[in-house]
């Protein structure tokens, strides 16, 4: 029996990891949960996976759900160090990590130290920190196994493959709802628009991100660290159809890729019982169905934050942190309806164009770049907007 701690468990990803266990309940036991603010979600999932510690945002959060809980012999804690200790539980096997943002960085690093399997959804970690993930696990010996959908097609194309016979990996991206809108109207879509995606169902801010295609642009950072890839061995194609997660392309011109239906619960679920797989009861790829692939080049005028992506990915340093700490922001203010679409490359693109880059080796570093970030995307957005 696996012991499993899901970080962000009333998320998206959270929601679904969580029917996969339940599912296979031979195979795994919850032991750990650590949300944000949904206590009554939280609840629910204890009462159905009786967890031994579970993390609220809040002390005043985790009161209540102390109080609703009553008697339940359940610890209840609280804040950034509470869902640290739900990511250290000493009964963890595997923690997956799904909180959104920044706020996932400490208990992902956490989890990490603690040498146990890691099934990584917050790519925003790997793109800040992935110098630093990497080598604390390589003390640690913990295993990260990606769960992004693209990074886990990646992986399976790899896993009899030698490194030094990669000629690149190429991750896929639908386009979002706005792949082909004219141009001149992309600047005009409201946040309900920006949040129809076509093909996913997720969270408000990895949609939006999708929408911009910075999604793509983190993804190609978290690729470069996940898989010790130079930044030009790494690309992105528009894809639709969302099929075809990735491709790596061998050095004697076999291309591998991974398909199949477009379900989060595939790539999470391998992150679990990998090197195995299970019967994950969805349904069969019926390709003679889907009839058509197309695949498209990234149109920068479309997607502008691709091209800074591009920078912060080949510059590395402090960049990548500038580059999320500013999109967070930015997609924030447009999910509040302060910002319009355009201004959140906009805003990016200023704040790194401003950016005087420096080491950022350390969690510390990392953490003062982003919160300065912050400052300076909120100081750009009070002034302007
Ligand atoms: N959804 C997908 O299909 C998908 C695919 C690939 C990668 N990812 C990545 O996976 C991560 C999660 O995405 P998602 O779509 O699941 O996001 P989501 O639906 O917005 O869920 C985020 C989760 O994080 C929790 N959370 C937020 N702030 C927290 C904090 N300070 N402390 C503890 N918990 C906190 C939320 O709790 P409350 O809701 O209780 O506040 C929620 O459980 C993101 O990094 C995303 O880029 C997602």
Redesign the pocket.
Known sequence: MKKIAI????????T?TLEIVGRMADEFAVVGL??????S??HEQVRKFSPKIV???TQAEAARLRADLGRLPIRVVHG?EG?EEVARFEENDIVVA????I??LR?TVAAVETGVRVAL?????MVVAGAILKSRAASSGAEIIP???EHSGIFQCLAKERQEDVRKAILTASGGPFFRTPLAEIKDKTVEEALAHPR????????I?SATLM?KG?ELIEARWLFGLKPSQLDILIHPQSIVHSLVEMRDGSTLAQLSVTD?RIPIQYALTYPERRNSGLSSLELSRVRSLEFFEVEEERYPLIAFARRALETGKSLPVTLNAANEVAVEAFLRRRIGFADISAVVGEVMERHRVSEAGTLEAVFVIDRETRAQTDNLLKQRY
């Open positions: 970080l962000g468990s009333t998320g998206s990803i959270g679904n650590a949300a944000g603010s949904n206590i979600l939280l993390s609220l945002r950034p869902a799904a909180i959104t943002g706020e996932g208990p959804a917050n790519k925003e970690t769960v992004d959908s996913w169902k997720m969270g408000r801010k990895v949609t991100d999604n983190l989060m």
